[in-house]
Structures are given as structure tokens and as C-alpha cells.
């Protein structure tokens, strides 16, 4: 199924013009965090074929935009306090060896001696975090862990459509060795070109950029 898979696509992916990916030496965004767990095929077509998704880009820009506005009229000193936050660095960039980088939009210093990532979501807050979100808090708490060399046991998401509601996210041991499985299964594809099964959750194929070249399960 695999190699039926890839080389039917060998033509398709023969003449475009890929943006290449440098493979040794590709570090995962949380960007890249939340297409893999959107669907790990996703992930092949875009960073180990190369196959540009431009309507997805496009919205990404429009909505980076649009949340940097938000974020310039947020001011959520009274939410800081509440959780006994002391001190705060905005716009934190960090890498780590382990093959993960991000910009941070705030690193908490909490007066518990712990510190936290907070993480705007130009989003509704449904009563629930989702997976996806949990996990790049959990990226952003290993980067600020390793950097910081302070204990991070949660961290916060601000949504800004629903009033700037604050959730506290509890990071776990369990979701930092989930983290690093993760990792490695997005570098096996990216570097050594694994091909990752479709995504269980077919409605996620509809609005798929890939859809017409995926060989999907469904
Ligand atoms: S069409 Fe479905 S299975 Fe294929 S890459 Fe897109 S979301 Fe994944």
C-alpha cells in the first residue's frame, strides 16, 4: 500500500516547483505540531514532498494578522495577577536540540517558583482544550523548561473570542514523553521520508488542500 501510494504520486510531484525542505536540518514549528496531529499525511505531502498548500498559507497569514491586532488591544495584567504571575517576557524565540523551535508569545514567571507558557488563540474557548492546543503548550513548555531550567507544570491559553477567557492547561509528565514520540514519529517522515497512515477523522479530508492526490483510507 505504501510504495503503490508514492509512486503514484511520483508524477504528479515530478515537474512542480517545491519549496524545499532541508531535511537534516529541519526543526518542528508549532505550526508543524498542529498540521501532524491535524493528520500525519498532511505533513508528508507538505514538508517531505514539498507540495505547497497555498489557501492554507494564505489564511494563516490573514489570521496571524488579525490575532496581532487582538493581541495589541489585550492588556491582561488583572488575569496575570489572578494566577500570581511576577514577571513576563513577551515574544520569547527559543530552539531546542531535540528538534523544536517556537516564538512564545509570553513566558510567565509565577510566584510558585514555577513558570509558564501563554499562548493567544484567535479562537472560542468550547469548553474543552483540545488536543492539538494541550500539545503546543506542551512544546512551548519544553523549550521554556529547557532555557529557563525552572519547573513547568501547566500553561495558560488566552481566547480572544470568547472575552479573553484564561484556561489553565496542566502539563504532565505523561504529556511530555507523549511529546517526545511525537517528535520523532513528524522527524521520521520529514527525514526519512516514513509515509504516516490517514487520519481517522474523515471530515478533516473535505477541506483538505491534498485531497485530490491522497490516497486516503475512507
Ligand atoms: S486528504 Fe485526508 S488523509 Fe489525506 S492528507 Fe488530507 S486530511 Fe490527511
Not at 500500500?1 to 503514484?8: L, N, P, V
Not at 525542505?21 to 496531529?37: M, R
Not at 489572578?82 to 513566558?107: F, N, Q
Given at each position: 500500500m505504501r510504495e503503490s501510494c508514492t509512486e503514484g504520486l511520483s508524477e504528479f510531484?515530478?515537474?512542480?516547483?517545491?519549496?524545499?525542505?532541508?531535511?537534516?536540518?529541519?526543526?518542528?514549528?508549532?505550526?508543524?505540531?498542529?498540521?501532524?496531529?491535524?493528520?500525519?499525511?498532511?505533513?508528508?505531502?507538505?514538508?517531505?514532498?514539498?507540495?505547497?498548500?497555498?489557501?492554507?498559507?494564505?489564511?494563516?497569514?490573514?489570521?496571524?494578522?488579525?490575532?496581532?491586532?487582538?493581541?495589541?488591544?489585550?492588556?491582561?495584567?488583572?488575569?496575570?495577577?489572578?494566577?500570581?504571575?511576577?514577571?513576563?517576557?513577551?515574544?520569547?524565540?527559543?530552539?531546542?536540540?531535540?528538534?523544536?523551535?517556537?516564538?512564545?508569545?509570553?513566558?510567565?514567571?509565577?510566584?510558585?517558583?514555577?513558570?509558564?507558557?501563554?499562548?493567544?488563540?484567535?479562537?472560542?474557548?468550547?469548553?474543552?482544550?483540545?488536543?492539538?492546543?494541550?500539545?503546543?503548550?506542551?512544546?512551548?513548555?519544553?523549550?521554556?523548561?529547557?532555557?529557563?531550567?525552572?519547573?513547568?507544570?501547566?500553561?495558560?491559553?488566552?481566547?480572544?473570542?470568547?472575552?479573553?477567557?484564561?484556561?489553565?492547561?496542566?502539563?504532565?509528565?505523561?504529556?511530555?514523553?507523549?511529546?517526545?514520540?511525537?517528535?520523532?514519529?513528524?522527524?521520521?517522515?520529514?527525514?526519512?521520508?516514513?509515509?504516516?497512515?490517514?487520519?481517522?477523522?474523515?471530515?478533516?479530508?473535505?477541506?483538505?488542500?491534498?485531497?485530490?492526490?491522497?490516497?486516503?483510507?475512507?
Amino acid at each position: 500500500m505504501r510504495e503503490s501510494c508514492t509512486e503514484g504520486l511520483s508524477e504528479f510531484t515530478k515537474n512542480m516547483n517545491h519549496e524545499i525542505v532541508d531535511a537534516a536540518v529541519f526543526s518542528i514549528t508549532a505550526s508543524d505540531l498542529l498540521e501532524y496531529l491535524f493528520c500525519p499525511r498532511f505533513t508528508y505531502f507538505e514538508l517531505y514532498l514539498g507540495i505547497p498548500e497555498h489557501e492554507e498559507r494564505r489564511f494563516k497569514v490573514r489570521k496571524g494578522r488579525t490575532i496581532h491586532e487582538d493581541k495589541a488591544k489585550i492588556n491582561p495584567d488583572y488575569l496575570r495577577k489572578k494566577i500570581g504571575c511576577i514577571d513576563r517576557k513577551k515574544s520569547v524565540y527559543l530552539s531546542s536540540p531535540k528538534g523544536i523551535r517556537g516564538i512564545i508569545d509570553e513566558v510567565l514567571f509565577l510566584n510558585d517558583g514555577s513558570i509558564a507558557a501563554l499562548d493567544y488563540k484567535y479562537a472560542e474557548y468550547k469548553e474543552v482544550t483540545f488536543k492539538n492546543h494541550q500539545y503546543q503548550l506542551t512544546l512551548y513548555s519544553q523549550l521554556i523548561h529547557e532555557h529557563f531550567h525552572m519547573p513547568v507544570n501547566r500553561g495558560f491559553i488566552i481566547y480572544t473570542r470568547s472575552n479573553n477567557k484564561l484556561v489553565e492547561v496542566p502539563i504532565s509528565e505523561r504529556m511530555y514523553a507523549n511529546l517526545d514520540i511525537i517528535i520523532e514519529d513528524i522527524l521520521n517522515v520529514v527525514q526519512k521520508g516514513m509515509y504516516p497512515e490517514a487520519t481517522k477523522y474523515k471530515a478533516r479530508c473535505l477541506d483538505c488542500c491534498y485531497k485530490n492526490i491522497c490516497e486516503k483510507v475512507i
